[in-house]
């Protein structure tokens, strides 16, 4: 399974620099006003991997630095309870799913070249993000049967089993931390193809932070 997550992003990195050989080159790079970017992901969280989306608007100030909100969702393997079994009752978590939202207030550095089509960046900031947990807790009971002798002609019930459904989520938040960088392939005056990678921190995560490696596209007005 590792094979084909991994060999995806390397794909899409290969067409999008294909892309910027044939792209026509950018008269400047835009030295300030408002930029809007958007990226597809896959987040790696412990041993998972799994789908990010994100969008960001800001603005340049200058050449160099800039200043932006951004929205990151990211899917994650949802940490249920130990199921319990016993000969009597069972208790099972099904259907578990999780992800995690981060909302920063970010930095970014862009770092002039003289090539006018490539643009290297980095990336950094902090604000609130929460994690949630959802599944289904399936408890089975079954009565026992009674213990001591049985009366002549008493003829006892089987148990029938009770079973109760419970849909449950969980969630928390804290403080969350974006840190990372990437390129920026511009395609126009105004258009970019980016090659981003970054790392997400949140508080009580117990995987620690979370890799994301991901291409998008950014607007410059």
Request: charged share 10%.
């Amino acid at each position: 399974m590792k094979g084909p997550r991994i060999a995806t992003p390397i794909c899409l990195v290969m067409a999008t620099g294909m892309l910027a050989l044939h792209a026509s080159p950018a008269r400047a790079q835009l030295a300030a006003g408002a930029i809007a970017s958007g990226s597809v992901a896959a987040a790696v969280d412990g041993s998972s991997t799994d789908a990010s989306l994100a969008g960001s608007v800001g603005y340049r100030f200058n050449r160099m630095i800039g200043f932006g909100v951004e929205l990151t969702w990211i899917k994650l393997k949802a940490a249920a309870p130990t199921a319990v079994t016993s000969p009597y009752t069972s208790i099972v978590y099904t259907d578990t799913r999780g992800d995690a939202i981060f909302f920063t207030t970010n930095v970014r550095i862009e770092i002039p070249t003289t090539s006018r089509r490539i643009l290297p960046y980095a990336v950094g900031g902090g604000g609130p993000a929460s994690t949630s947990n959802s599944y289904t807790v399936t408890i089975r009971t079954v009565i026992p049967p009674l213990l001591g002798p049985i009366p002549s002609g008493v003829v006892l019930p089987t148990p029938v089993p009770q079973i109760e459904v419970h849909p449950t989520t969980t969630s928390s938040a804290g403080l969350g931390l974006t840190l990372g960088g990437g390129v920026s392939l511009l395609a126009t005056d105004h258009f970019s193809i980016d090659i981003d990678l970054r790392s997400l921190y949140i508080r009580g995560n117990p995987s620690g932070s979370i890799g994301r490696f991901g291409v998008g596209a950014s607007y410059r007005f």
